[in-house]
């Protein structure tokens, strides 16, 4: 059974970078042909797909156009990790974020964990 | 980008019922590439359905998807205590991927 569990800072001070590693137990990243996604939540609002990284050793990327310009996801596949990085951040990248398996639909999950952007 | 609007917003049933869910999508994104997810208070989204019509893994028979198109439903056939929660559809046939803005079914 793959889990997915974030980690990373739940404090976040506005123009500065978010940064969140998700670590997948119970396989490995690099196991057959998948992407892994993440995915935002603020708070009583919608869902909204950030973007993924393939898990060969090309990494490729795609991410939301609305966030391009900011974010940049990587793999680390010794430590079965991918990581977001989401640069100049204000009060409106506050939410949940998860991390997924997939690109087109996402059937793993993690638990999600709160980013607060304040100073 | 896709826009997926859901309908109703909030949607009020007793256990036992009938609920029928819907999403419509701004334009066609090809075949029918719409998933369906279940969301429970401070627990991730949970994958239900796939290809518009195929339930995931473990998902009871109960919940079934099925349109084409720009028109997609999400139907429970009796609902369970459990049952009540957030619904998101999702398309996954034109990037970016976009979510529905989603619909609360509550008990009545």
């Known amino acids: 059974q793959v889990q997915l569990q974030e980690s990373g800072p739940g404090l976040v001070k506005p123009s500065q970078t978010l940064s969140l590693t998700c670590t997948v137990s119970g396989g490995s990243i690099s196991s057959g042909n998948y992407f892994w996604s993440w995915i935002r939540q603020p708070a009583g609002e919608g869902l909204e797909w950030i973007g993924r990284?393939?898990?060969?050793?090309?990494?490729?990327?795609n991410y939301n156009p609305s966030l391009k310009s900011r974010v940049t996801i990587s793999v680390d596949t010794s430590k079965n990790q991918f990581s977001l990085k989401l640069t100049s951040v204000t009060a409106a990248d506050t939410a949940v974020y998860y991390c997924?398996?997939?690109?087109?639909?996402?059937?793993?999950w993690g638990q999600g964990t709160l980013v607060t952007v304040s100073s | 980008e896709i826009v997926l609007t859901q309908s109703p917003g909030t949607l009020s049933l007793s256990p036992g019922e009938r609920a029928t869910l819907s999403c419509r999508a701004s334009?066609?994104?090809?075949?029918?590439?719409l998933a369906w997810y279940q969301q429970k208070p401070g627990q991730a989204p949970r994958l239900l359905i796939y290809g518009a019509s195929s339930r995931a893994t473990g998902i009871p028979d109960t919940f079934s998807g099925s349109g084409s198109g720009t028109d997609f439903t999400l139907t429970i056939s009796r609902l369970e205590p459990e049952d009540f929660a957030v619904y998101y559809c999702q398309q996954y046939g034109s990037s970016p991927r976009t979510f529905g803005q989603g619909t609360k079914l509550e008990i009545k």
């Open positions: 334009q066609s994104f090809g075949s029918n590439y």
């Open positions: 990284i393939y898990n060969s050793g090309s990494g490729s990327t």
């Open positions: 997924a398996r997939g690109s087109a639909y996402f059937d793993y």
